[in-house]
């Protein structure tokens, strides 16, 4: 309570103007003047645990579903040689056998054949391919050879045969392919198998 600054008449605070001379009043806030406390707020520590809670139930029961097997598998394992085509294939199989034997101080001459006749390295068959060359160690061939082993099936080349005129001898690689289908793309080549050396 206040008194009125004219006629000294108590007041509450919340009048306007003094009833008994009219003098208007400055209008206390009634909070303050009661010691009222203001309204508390909404605690928002129990929407935060809940949301925790239902993330953890959510991210739990992905887990164990076929989402949760997704996420654990991971991508799929790509096709290394998925996007190359029976033409590149076969080209750099001739191309990386030309740097191997390059890189042991040789030269190779390439020989494509089809069904035993000669053929074109552009020809949709399936083709034989004899590299004739003279390497100063015959145990270079792996090095040569191993590297384009994947690419045989592939490339459509289900035998390989390298001729060594130092050693006279012959290493033969074969590659099974599958049979012809509507897609040519395989998921898995199978490597090639070098046979005995003929001397």
Known sequence: MHKCPTCKVPLHGWEENCPSCGTKQVVRDSKRSYGSQQTPGVNPLPFVVGILIAGAALVFAMNSSWIGEVMRRGPEPQDPLGGVSQMQARQVIQQRITE?????????????????????????????????????????????????????????????????????????????????????????APQAEESSPQQ
């Open 100 to 188: 191997g034997l390059t890189a042991v101080g040789a030269k190779g001459k390439f020989s494509w054949t089809v069904a035993g006749q000669p053929g074109d390295m552009n020809s949709p068959s399936p083709i034989e391919l004899t590299v004739d060359t003279s390497l100063a160690d015959k145990n270079a061939r792996h090095q040569i050879i191993n590297p384009i082993k994947e690419y045989m099936e592939r490339a459509k080349v289900p035998t390989l045969t390298m001729n060594d005129a130092k050693s006279h001898s012959t290493w033969t690689y074969t590659c099974s392919l599958p049979a012809p289908s509507a897609d040519d793309n395989v998921d898995a």
